[in-house]
Each structure stands twice: as C-alpha cells, then as structure tokens.
C-alpha cells in the first residue's frame, strides 16, 4: 500500500513513459484523490519496487554494461 505523502527534497528527473501508462497513472492519481499527484506516486511505487528486490538487497547485482547503463541513465 502506498503511505500518506510527505515533502521529502526533491530533484528532477525527466522519463518518457508510453501513452497507456502515462493514463493508468493519471487515472491512478484521480483514484487517490486529493494532493496524490504523478511525482508521488511515480516516487512511491519505485520506493516499493526497490525495497522488495531481494537480489538488489543482498548485493548480487552483477557490476556490468547493464549497471553502467543505468547508473548513466
């Protein structure tokens, strides 16, 4: 479940996300109501994805052309 929101520092990141998604989310953010906005719940769901990512957690994520790729992301 996603938590109450809270003002955390914030810095930007630009992404592209195809149009189905970009709806699902804003029809999400509507579901939610109120201040629930793209940036929250963009935040909160990568929050969640990574703190249940068991291999990320335990450090066996390989060093390689992959990790590089997204660290330059």
Known sequence: MIRPKV???MRT??????????????????????????TY?????????IS???RF???QESVGP???RMAGA
């Open 13 to 38: 990141l630009t992404v592209s996300l195809p149009e189905s998604v970009l709806a699902a989310l804003d029809e999400y953010c509507r579901f939610l109501g109120a201040d629930t906005d793209r």
């Open 7 to 9: 003002k955390p520092k």
């Open 66 to 68: 992959r990790s590089a």
């Open 57 to 59: 957690k335990n450090g």
């Open 52 to 54: 249940r990512d068991k």
């Open 41 to 49: 719940i963009v935040s909160e769901a990568l929050r969640l994805v």
